[in-house]
């Protein structure tokens, strides 16, 4: 990020964006998750590689929902990213918002939907996990998906703490693992996987602490290169995100 590269060589960005949405799918999840992280990340940063192998590695893990939403705004720096979407910068600025600040940089971790810490710093993101996952209600509520022929279908549970009370519920479709060969830019020459890429974001709907059951058609969905789903429970909303409440991962394949 040359001369727009902020300390410890991670990119800022301060300007306006957009905002966020995914899509998803299938079979029984795994058993309940600690934590989401969310790693905004973009082809166009030399900084974001080893955090992008860092969200490859916690992929593997079956406690963490490991996410890459890959951003748009370094575009110009002469690599456009492949996978950016315009909805993944937005959802960044709006995390920064809700803190307060205009900390946007990448590679960023976001992690529960209520900290952030630099993408790289793999002992950063597991304190971050560690510390989150203390407070009130964050990955408190059960989350599953099931497959019913060519419907999705998606169960929340009851709230088991009095002050979580309501939430959004979104899906996300995911492609596990994308190799990309980058032309231009700070990366050129390198051929870099990114992991559980979001390719798509769709609300289901709204939760209000009691168990709530949805349904959505494959059709809504689907995408080419999509072998994985997540949805989860957000407390807040699109503009104001907060604290994750609960989560599930599927493969599709």
């Known amino acids: 990020m040359t001369a727009m590269m902020a300390y410890n060589c991670i990119s800022r960005w301060s300007g306006a964006l957009g905002v966020c949405a995914i899509i998803a799918v299938i079979r029984p999840a795994h058993a309940e998750p600690r934590a989401v992280v969310e790693l905004f990340t973009s082809q166009g940063c030399s900084s974001c590689p080893p955090a992008d192998q860092i969200i490859g590695e916690l992929a593997k893990d079956p406690s963490v929902i490991a996410l890459s939403l890959p951003i748009d705004y370094w575009d110009y720096l002469g690599w456009k990213d492949t996978l950016a979407d315009k909805r993944f910068s937005a959802r960044q600025k709006a995390y920064s918002q809700v803190r307060g600040d205009r900390n946007l940089y990448t590679p960023q971790m ?70 990309i060969m980058i032309g231009r830019g700070e990366n050129r020459g390198q051929e ?42 957000q407390d807040g909303n699109r503009e104001k995100p907060g604290p994750m409440l609960g989560a599930a991962y599927t493969e599709l394949r």
């Open 110 to 179: 976001i992690v529960n939907g209520s900290t952030q810490v630099i993408g790289s710093d793999r002992a950063g993101i597991e304190g971050a996990i560690m510390n989150t996952s203390k407070a009130d209600g964050v990955m408190s509520v059960p989350v599953t998906m099931t497959l019913s022929g060519k419907l999705l279908n998606v169960s929340v549970a009851a709230s088991k703490e009095p002050t979580v009370a309501r939430g959004e519920v979104w899906i996300c479709s995911i492609s596990k693992a994308i190799p």
């Open 192 to 233: 870099v996987t990114y992991y559980n890429v979001v390719r798509n974001l769709v609300k289901v709907g709204d939760w209000n602490g009691s168990p709530g059951n949805w349904t959505v058609p494959l059709e809504n969905i689907s995408r080419e290169g999509v072998d994985a789903a997540v949805v989860y429970v």
